[in-house]
């Protein structure tokens, strides 16, 4: 079965950076664009950004240019989402979650990770 | 960037009874040269992540219950929860998947009455 299993909760200064990861299981990794969404306290759903785990080719939200990057590691069938310059209101529940259609980018979200709460706080 | 608006922000329903949420797109989803509509509805519980209800505006997702039900073109979508159970207390979510960026709706916080 299709799992995302991301990792652990966070506590990080303004100014600093953080790396969530998510390691996929279940499909073949390389198969499916894995996209980011993150959810602040409360709040709605926001589409951070996609990155192609077959070529590594990623496309961020406007808002996000220049602040997060998208990696993966295919060896680990890992994604990885780094924001840097982090301020309190990126304080956020932060979701990966796949697109079923290969070779899609953009597409509906049919699993998803069970999210890492990354809270910037100093 | 395309807005998804959804109606009303919350509801109160009675067990077994219908519940019907809505969402307007600022322009249309429905892609001309395949006729679909790119145009998803997920469910959200609290302390979990979102879970894919509904995608082509229509189509249900395997293992979803039938009483989930979703209609509309264009720029005007409905879900419909025929039925209300207990379970189906959540908020939920639509999401256009027509353009960059991806958007969601404000969400709509669905009770029991």
């Known amino acids: 079965q299709v799992q995302l299993v991301q990792s652990g909760a966070e506590v990080k200064k303004p100014g600093a950076s953080v790396k969530v990861s998510c390691k996929a299981s279940g499909y073949t990794f390389t198969d499916s664009y894995i996209h980011w969404v993150r959810q602040a306290p409360g709040q709605g759903l926001e589409w951070m950004g996609w990155i192609n785990p077959n070529s590594s080719n990623t496309n961020y939200a406007q808002k996000f240019q220049g602040r997060v990057t998208m990696t993966r590691d295919t060896s680990i069938s890992t994604a990885y989402m780094e924001l840097s310059r982090l301020r309190s209101d990126d304080t956020a529940v932060y979701y990966c979650a796949r697109d079923p259609t290969p070779a899609i980018s953009i597409d509906f979200l049919d699993f998803w990770g069970q999210g890492s709460l990354i809270t910037v706080s100093s | ?113």
């Open chain 2, 1 to 113: 960037d395309i807005v998804m608006t959804q109606s009303p922000d919350s509801l109160a329903v009675s067990l077994g009874e219908r519940a019907t949420i809505n969402c307007k797109s600022s322009r249309s989803v429905l892609y001309s040269s395949n006729n679909k509509n790119y145009l998803a509805w997920y469910q959200q519980k609290p302390g979990q992540p979102p879970k894919l209800l509904i995608y082509w505006a229509s189509t249900r997702e395997s293992g979803v219950p039938d009483r989930f039900s979703g209609s509309g073109s264009g720029t005007d979508f409905t879900l419909t929860i025929t039925g209300l159970q207990a379970e189906d207390v959540a908020v939920y979510y639509c999401q256009q998947y027509y353009g960059t960026p991806q958007t969601f709706g404000q969400g709509t916080k669905l009770e029991v009455k």
